[in-house]
């Protein structure tokens, strides 16, 4: 479970500026998963081991769809999303930003189930999970926050500074309706509309207190690394309790589906003017043009969000050139080389 | 005006090029013949050529500004000088594209954004490049291998300029005033090209250009100037040069004119080589040039200015310590240009020159895709010794000399080129206005379907001056310099569309574009219809935009529509309809109707390929 050191609560102040900061830590923060996940979705070959990308691809989307409505947030309170920036991507191998009481290291990793279980079942690690069967018990909670309570923390700020006047002062035109369905991405303009926003971040990353499904009917980010990782999906218990089991269709892994791909290429580093450094700059020149796309997206020109979508195609045609093709290296024989998300202004 | 102007920055880097070329073998369009291995590497024109899984992006790698001139004057102490070119920063990289399998040598770039920034990546000016082709492709390595023996140059504007601060840079302050037009000349030469998949550079290639104002009423692909043209003779190939005469002073490009002694690597030696002009009546004879300066691009005998190429872009401005005089621009004005080489022993030779009446004529915009019943409205700008010809008589010939309509080596076809003749239509002359412009209006009609697998049709249509017909023996003639127009076949919508309907269209973008298959399977009605919202977008963009689909821009707007209609509607399940197959087209017609013959290209990179199967060099059997 990700706790947030409990100096981020100071951020919940109760002013305004305090629910700005709190909620640019919560849009880096959904974002800095983005860089791992895809990693290792993009280290799966085409037509192999499709249900496990379709599954990881659909945490991933939500992942954007968090930080989209993050955004949304900040802005409808008058904040300014601050995304093309060179510390918005943190470091990889390293902590998730925003003052993360672990010592969990994140990297970039091709896919394997090792990587689900200790690294992403446990970003995603709901505060309470919901044992199907029971597991380890989760780590003991101390002062320091957990995702949701950080969340509901901006939350509760948020209903009592409108308790003292209008804090929704954003322009409305700043807010993104498109690209994601028009259920779940929604304009924010007060306090019942940013709620229900929190509420979709927390309750599809964490689930519910009673429930792993959350509403759009499909298990919480845990649970659906946790299909991956068990290996079958997860269904109504026909004997409960518990209510929920690991117990449905087969989500078998095929080890031979993964390209071999180098581990963490920022510390393995390419050799200059290698092919691996070539396509590693374009791609990361092109993670940074996307960076700087969203940037525009959120900061009034919405409907630049197709722009933004190009780039994430792109990244994608970029990333599997390298992962299938270009060897990383001759200090790493056997391996292909993969992106090294790296901020770059230049190439 | 244009980027021949004392207000100008030179830059140099690395160009990235990534086409794929399953497209290049036009047997590679027919469904019921295509082969798996066609998407496979092979090497030549083999299988799928050089690069099957290219995305066709189009790329500015570590282009630094390597000099700038104001007022005629070397900056320094500027700025200016510590800044890159580069691509969109906020956008897809822009698209390297063919007009059609059978006209390749005018591949276009589209949907690039052309930034000076900072050398920490913020943007100062950003434009769009409007939309060019390459010109003046020629083998630039005498002993070199195609592809990445040829040289080829750009010439566009950057339009919808958006400025940043650039108060900080004298230069660019002037830059900006001088682009009140809205518009900034942009010309770049590219060579060098690595089509070796082994090498770490792959599809990369040296790019040098110069950036300068652009007046409001110049075209945007072509310096109103003086060009020099070349024969099979001359070592050098065709550039460009305009007079100054207030300044007394020649702006000549020998950017993309000038041999290499390898790929990318530097200029050849080929003696001193000097610009001056060529008194009558003999054009040909050194001893009647009369010269200006030297363009220094070797320290003579044998020291090659490494630097000359990446800070000059290949402009030299002549006299360089002088001004001509005023009998000496009055001679300028009356007499053609000419490069001249002087060996080490003293023997001078013209390398190129203009003709020896000066005139000159073409097209600004030269490459236009166009559906039936459209009227392309193509501007000619006519010239003598680079002043605007007017009352001439441009003559304008239906002229396949140049598509390329042989057979490719191991599929041993290819469909006839410009049939029916009858389905582009424009009148024989045109005669230019005051201002040396002629409007030529090419109309069109459906073709038909003659190429049966490929939609649609290529012309060629070449204008000429009538004062320079017929031409006489060794008279300069640039071959690679006419009309190219793709003619879509006339596409009815069936009402309703469905799969069944459009899948030969999905079919053959999924096969000639293998690295379509990292985001859905274009054969696939499942895969399409999964991703229905964003081929709606891509397929709804504007040809101009970099992410439009198909990224050939060879998809007909008639079959757009329908495509778009069936992606729009869908039906009880929530999909597009799917509709029932219908009877299988018959294609032996196809293979009937095209032509066969040898191998003729097997072992060439792409350009050299479609060099190899033009019209002109068909074997007469």
Known sequence: ?347 | MSYLNPLRLHFAGTFQAAPSTVNNDPAHFDNETFLPRYQKYGPGATDGWWNPRGNADFRLIGCKVTAAWQAGKPVSGDSILQCLIADSDTRVAGKLVDLDTEQQMVSEIWGLEVRICTADGSTLVKGRFQPAAFADIWQRVPTGTPDSYYGAMYQSVLVDLHWADVSGSPFLTALKDAASTGRLSIKFNVDGFDDNVTSPTFTQGRIVGTIGPAAADEPAHLVFGRHFLATPQNPLNCCVATVDESAGLVYVDVGNALPTSSAGGPMANLGALSLGYVLPPDASSSSAVLGIDNINYFHLPDQYQPDWYRQTAGVAVLPANRALSPAEIAAVNKYPLALVLTDASGNAKVAISEPSDGLYVRADQFVYRLEPGETAEVKLYATAFGKPLAGATVMNILDSSQLQGQAVSDTGKAPHVATPPGAVNFPCSVVTDSRGIATLPIGTSDPGNPRHYIDGQVYGVRPMLLDTMPPPVGYPFNATEFISILLWSEYKIVSPPTWQSLKPIFQQYANLYPVMDTFLNLADYESVCKHRNLLLLAFGLPVSDPNSMPVTRDLSPAKRAAILQWLEHTGPDGKPLLGTASPTAPTATASKAAETGPPSASMKGGKGAAMARRMVLKRRT
């Open chain 1, 1 to 347: 479970m990700i706790l947030l050191k409990s100096e981020v609560a100071a951020n919940l102040d109760g002013t305004l500026p305090g629910v700005h900061r709190a909620l640019q830590q919560a849009i880096e923060l959904e974002h800095a998963t983005l860089p791992t996940y895809l990693y290792a979705l993009y280290s799966l070959k085409p037509g192999k081991n499709e249900r496990i990308a379709s599954l990881m691809l659909s945490v991933i989307l939500e992942e954007m769809l968090h930080m989209a409505l993050a955004c949304n947030i900040l802005n409808a309170v008058g904040g300014h999303p601050k995304i093309d920036k060179p510390n918005f991507i943190p470091a990889y191998p390293g902590p998730l930003p925003g003052g993360i009481e672990s010592n969990l290291e994140v990297p970039l990793s091709p896919f394997s189930q090792a990587l689900i279980e200790h690294v992403f079942m446990v970003i995603e690690e709901p505060e309470d999970p919901l044992q199907f069967p029971v597991r380890a018990t989760a780590l003991a909670a101390g002062a320091p926050l957990t995702i949701g309570q950080f969340y509901d923390g901006i939350k509760q700020c948020i209903i009592e500074l409108s308790k003292k006047g209008n804090i929704f002062t954003g322009n409305p035109s700043y807010q993104l309706t498109k690209g994601f369905p028009s259920s779940e991405l929604r304009a924010v303009h007060d306090v019942k509309t940013a709620s229900t926003a929190i509420d979709t971040i927390v309750q599809q990353g964490e689930g519910t207190n009673t429930s792993p499904i959350d509403p759009q009917h499909k298990p919480a980010h845990y649970y659906r690394y946790a299909e991956i990782f068990h290996g079958k999906t997860l269904v109504p218990n026909t004997t409960p309790p518990p209510d929920f089991a690991y117990a449905g269709e087969a989500i078998s892994f095929d080890p031979d589906g993964v390209y071999p791909v180098v581990t963490n290429p920022a510390l393995a580093g390419y050799a200059p003017k290698s092919a691996a450094a070539i396509n590693n700059d374009t791609f990361n020149y092109t993670y940074t043009s996307l960076l700087r796309a969203l940037h525009i997206v959120f900061n009034g020109e919405p409907d630049r969000l197709f722009a933004a979508i190009g780039l994430m195609e792109s990244l994608k045609e970029l990333a599997f050139a390298m992962m299938s093709a270009i060897p990383a290296g001759p200090t790493m024989p056997g391996l292909n080389a993969g992106p090294s998300f790296q901020y770059t202004r230049t190439v």
